[in-house]
């Protein structure tokens, strides 16, 4: 969706197509990206959500405003605070609950073997808005995230077409169907409408996400608009209080109050 959608909008704008430099910078971007998704879902699934959820999301967002710093990015002792607070959101946000069950005991032990699949986690996503900024220098905004969604696109079939390979079951049709999840698509029996605009809305979501991003590196240094972005965990356990009706965990309360305390100081 996201692929379809900037390009369709890169057409209609009539933007000047990349040059070649952007383009190499966006196609990194979309493989650290995919990279460190690939490493953060990874680790989860091997039960480190303790450690992974709250160090990745520091790293992804605290690695950025280094590499700003070292490139020379001036920031105002304010806005120095004001990254901290926010870096400390970030992680209180992305804390787990309190683990009622076995399975969610494993979730959250804490094993540093896994710690190489935290930082290749945050590094990814880090290196993935750097790269961005890096694109989108040359005044385009729309072809940078054609060709980030391009390169994720090229990986994410690859790896499908490696994961139903070596999926044990004896038709291909049903080792397409457990990589794709289906299953459990049809378990929840939604309606394809309901089904395909939600497909639509987190596509759409997630491209207008990266869109602002880019612009917000024009209007104010890397290392604000990065840390400002890496803000979006709150609105997630916000929206999952109202729509889900998850109740926000004392934790996460402060991770909010934080958050909010942080936007005021970086502006």
Not at 82 to 97: D, E, K, N
């Amino acid at each position: 969706m996201g692929l379809l959608g900037s390009l369709a909008i890169a057409l209609a704008i009539g933007e000047p197509l990349p040059s070649a430099t952007s383009f190499l910078w966006a196609f990194a971007a979309g493989t650290c990206g995919i990279a460190g998704l690939g490493a953060f879902y990874y680790a989860l699934s091997r039960g480190t959500m303790g450690v992974v959820a709250p160090l990745t999301a520091v790293i992804g967002a605290g690695l950025p405003v280094v590499i700003g710093l070292v490139q020379g990015e001036q920031l105002e002792l304010v806005r120095g605070v004001g990254i901290v607070v926010a870096l400390a959101a970030v992680a209180l946000i992305s804390l787990p609950g309190r683990a009622t069950t076995t399975d969610e005991r494993r979730l959250l032990r804490v094993d540093l073997s896994q710690l190489p699949l935290i930082v290749i986690g945050g590094v990814g996503f880090g290196l993935f808005f750097v790269f961005l900024s890096k694109a989108a220098d040359t005044g385009e905004t729309w072809w940078p995230l054609v060709v980030v969604r391009l390169a994720g696109v090229v990986f994410i079939a690859a790896a499908t077409v490696v994961a139903i390979a070596r999926t044990k079951a004896p038709r291909l049709a049903t080792r397409a169907d457990i990589v794709f999840g289906l299953p459990k698509v049809r378990a929840r029996a939604l309606p394809m409408p309901v089904l395909a605009g939600l497909f639509l809305l987190t596509g759409v979501g997630d491209l207008g996400g990266n869109a602002f991003f880019v612009l917000a590196t024009r209007a104010d240094v890397l290392s604000v608009a990065v840390v400002l972005a890496s803000l979006y965990p709150v609105v997630t356990t916000l929206l999952a209080a109202v729509f889900l009706h998850e109740r926000l965990r004392p934790v996460q309360v402060v991770g909010v109050l934080l958050a909010s305390l942080s936007v005021p100081l970086l502006r």
